[in-house]
């Protein structure tokens, strides 16, 4: 009895599912030749089932459809529906920032790049959740860290000068007066020293027993 294992790969599954399996987490349009290697299935059978797949979708007015672009294959927004899936991606970019992070944001642009530890005291509160927001936001990102504590510190990147219409940060407001100085947030963020221990003025006036 032969065993069919002379070749490796994944067991040969329906040609549409896979191909739709495939497609569905590509990030680049695929060709015949791609999707063939991918689900194991011959070019010629791949190619007309993609376009049984494209006809299926156009049949049943789906909100996507398959394209063949570029040299490859990939699902796509129809064309009738781009209005609506613009919206609902520019919602998120044009949700406003709460005062919190406002706040935040201006002391990184002024004194960037600069840690967590130093934006919550100068703010006078903990900033971990308005970071993160930021860095989801891509208004801030990763700077390297502090030679000195080894902290993260961060800085803001492109897009936020994009988002705010300049060029780059000389053309910020002159704001930096009105912020503490890095010099003054190091101070209130030292560990305070603990006091050399005093000694004892009763003992000088007790009599030695010796």
């Known amino acids: 009895m032969t065993e069919e294992t002379d070749e490796p790969g994944a067991p040969l599954l329906e ?18 030749l791609a999707l063939a290697t991918a689900v194991g299935y011959p070019a010629p059978e791949v190619v007309a089932a993609l376009g049984a797949l494209a006809a299926e979708y ?10 063949n ?7 796509s927004t129809r064309d009738e529906f781009a209005p609506v899936v ?21 002391v990184v642009a002024y004194q960037q790049p600069v840690s967590r530890a130093r934006v919550s005291a100068v703010r006078g509160v903990n900033v971990d959740g308005v970071m993160r927001t930021l860095l989801n936001r891509g208004l801030v990102e990763e700077a390297g860290q502090d030679g000195e504590h080894g902290a993260t510190l961060y800085r803001t990147t492109s897009y936020f000068l994009e ?25 209130e963020l030292a560990p305070t020293p603990t ?3 005093q000694p004892d003025d009763q003992n000088e006036d007790t009599p030695d027993d010796a």
């Open 163 to 187: 988002r705010i219409g300049i060029v780059s940060l000389d053309e910020l407001p002159d704001l930096a007066p009105h912020l503490p100085d890095l010099a003054e947030v190091e101070e």
């Open 195 to 197: 006091p050399e221990p």
């Open 69 to 75: 672009v570029a040299g490859g294959w990939r699902y």
């Open 58 to 67: 156009d049949e049943q007015g789906r909100g996507f459809e398959l394209r």
């Open 86 to 106: 613009e919206a609902f991606v520019l919602e998120g970019q044009q949700a406003r920032l709460t005062q919190a992070a406002l706040e935040t944001l201006a």
């Open 15 to 32: 040609l549409r599912p896979a191909l739709e399996a495939v497609l569905m987490v590509a990030d680049q349009p695929l060709d015949e």
